[in-house]
């Protein structure tokens, strides 16, 4: 409403039509010189949704890791790409993070040694 307020104060506008609709009232304003920016949209855009989605993606991969870690502590990198369909150096890039997290540690070697579920609250 504020913003309505301002136009018609400024007098930006050509036109103002008022109607009476069955879902409540409607106001609309015609300009003359309407100022329309698309700049930087589509960049902006297409960058925050990448971001989030692979933000929200790569967590619940981590929650994955850490659940299967859970079932099989013996599992390896590995088997867990192949589990979760992706390549063993995403996986190992999710391990070295969640181990700098400290949600995770590894008890022994590659061979013969287990992963150790410090805390979940760390993903």
Do not use: C
Request: hydrophobic residues 30%; proline residues 2%.
């Amino acid at each position: 409403m504020q913003r309505f307020q301002e136009i018609l104060q400024k007098g930006e506008h050509e036109q103002v039509a008022f109607k009476n609709e069955p879902s409540g009232f409607v106001s609309e304003l015609s300009y003359t010189n309407q100022k329309i920016t698309t700049e930087n949209v589509t960049e902006n855009v297409t960058e925050n949704v990448t971001e989030h989605v692979t933000e929200n993606v790569t967590e619940h991969r981590r929650i994955q890791i850490v659940t299967i870690i859970q079932d099989n502590p013996k599992i390896t990198t590995t088997e867990l790409a192949e589990v979760l369909q992706t390549t063993r150096r995403t996986i190992a890039r999710d391990i070295n993070i969640l181990k700098e997290k400290g949600a995770i540690e590894r008890i022994g070697g590659d061979k013969g040694g287990y992963w150790k579920i410090l805390t979940k609250k760390q993903i």
